[in-house]
C-alpha cells in the first residue's frame, strides 16, 4: 500500500518560514520523482517544485529563490524549505511522487499566510 504522508503546515506571518516534509512508504522512494504541487481556493493545482530520483530540481517562477526542495532517500522523506512566505503562498500543498505510469498523491496540507 502506497502512502504520502505531508506534515509542516500551518499559520505563519508574511516574511515567516515553514518546512513542509512528505514520508513514502510502500514505494522504492530513490527511484521516484518527487514533487510539491499547491492549490489555492477557485485555482488550479500548480507545480511548486521538483526533485528528480538524481537530484536536479525545477521550480516554479513565483517561488524561485525562496523555497528550496530536498530529499533524504535513507528516510524516503522529500522536503520542501519555504522562506519568505507571502500571502499568495496560501494554498493547500500535496506531496507527489511520480515514475513511468505510477503516480501518487498525499492527502494535502494546509499553509496560510497572514497576518
Known amino acids: 500500500q502506497v502512502q504520502l504522508v505531508e506534515s509542516g503546515g500551518g499559520l505563519v506571518q508574511p516574511g515567516g518560514s515553514l518546512r513542509l516534509s512528505c514520508v513514502a512508504s510502500?514505494?522504492?522512494?530513490?527511484?521516484?520523482?518527487m514533487g510539491w504541487y499547491r492549490q489555492a481556493p477557485g485555482k488550479q493545482r500548480e507545480l511548486v517544485a521538483l526533485?528528480?530520483?538524481?537530484?536536479?530540481?525545477n521550480y516554479a517562477y513565483s517561488v524561485k529563490g525562496r523555497f528550496t526542495i530536498s530529499r533524504d532517500n535513507a528516510k524516503n522523506t522529500v522536503y520542501l524549505q519555504m522562506n519568505s512566505l507571502k500571502p499568495e503562498d496560501t494554498a493547500v500543498y500535496y506531496c507527489n511522487g511520480k515514475i513511468a505510469s505510477y503516480n501518487y498523491w498525499g492527502q494535502g496540507t494546509q499553509v496560510t499566510v497572514s497576518s
Open positions: 510502500g514505494i522504492m522512494f530513490s527511484r521516484y520523482n
Open positions: 526533485i528528480f530520483s538524481g537530484g536536479t530540481t
